[in-house]
């Protein structure tokens, strides 16, 4: 089984434009990443896979490899489907560009989903993480998911789901991380298939597999994290990295 990971990574990110750029403990974000996903030594091989002149000559200047996108994409999905369509692989790991402290023991996990399903029932395997706090679990920025009893994904929301009518239920809610494994194929179809009304409105590109029959395999980590959305995210994971 041939695995990859691909780091789409754009510039011009809508709340903090450049931020892939932006230096990290004397690398650039967009560096610390990529030599992060080398180092777990997980993947026959890495690739970011990019729009930009800018961070396409950042990794390639520096020893690393890049992919230049031949088209304009709404989301990661599209941008690694392209770059990966030509390619002799079985499965693909998306690592957010924006994430430096990358989680070897989750991708892991991830990778183990598949070694595992000699069926091949999964299509793509992600991340989620148990969280608690209220003012977490009712934040829109903060995507939840709720499961079924084989840990396959019903349903993605910004809203807090599932919805705590009877306040006597224990449930669990669950963060979901951007983290994905995809099958090959999986990737290949969703590039293919038109946008459907829940992704529309949700703005969230994991309910286009859901609404046309993709099997998700949702992986449970305790590891959340640092995502660079913000300067104020970047100062914290400067402090974090010294």
């Not at 369509?85 to 998306?94: P, Q, Y």
């Not at 995507?143 to 006597?168: E, G, H, M, T």
Request: hydrophobic share 40%; glycine share 4%.
């Amino acid at each position: 089984m041939k695995i990859i990971s691909m780091i789409p990574a754009r510039y011009a990110a809508s709340r903090f434009p450049g931020k892939l750029m932006q230096d990290l403990g004397g690398k650039t974000v967009i560096r610390r990443t990529y030599e992060a996903t080398v180092a777990t030594k997980l993947f026959d091989d890495v690739f970011v896979v990019t729009d930009s002149a800018i961070i396409y000559d950042e990794i390639v200047n520096n020893g690393g490899k890049a992919i230049m996108s031949k088209k304009e994409h709404e989301c990661g999905s599209d941008r690694i489907a392209e770059a990966v369509e030509n390619l002799d692989i079985d499965v693909v790991i998306n690592v957010q560009g924006d994430e430096p402290f990358t989680d070897e023991v989750s991708l892991r996990k991830l990778i183990e989903v598949f070694k595992n399903d000699s069926e091949k029932q999964v299509d793509l395997a992600s991340l989620m993480v148990h969280i608690q706090e209220e003012e977490e679990i009712n934040n829109p920025n903060t995507v939840k998911v709720v499961i079924d009893q084989s840990d396959f994904a019903l349903y993605f929301s910004r809203s807090p789901i599932p919805y705590l009518r009877d306040k006597n239920v224990n449930v669990k809610y669950y963060k979901h991380k951007g983290v994905y494994a995809f099958r090959k194929q999986a990737i290949l179809d969703f590039y293919k298939l038109p946008m459907k009304a829940l992704e529309a409105s949700e703005k969230l590109e994991q309910l286009r597999y859901l609404e046309y029959g993709k099997r998700i395999k949702m992986v449970e980590t305790s590891v959340q994290g640092i995502e660079i959305d913000t300067p104020e995210d970047l100062e914290r994971a400067k402090k974090i990295w010294k």
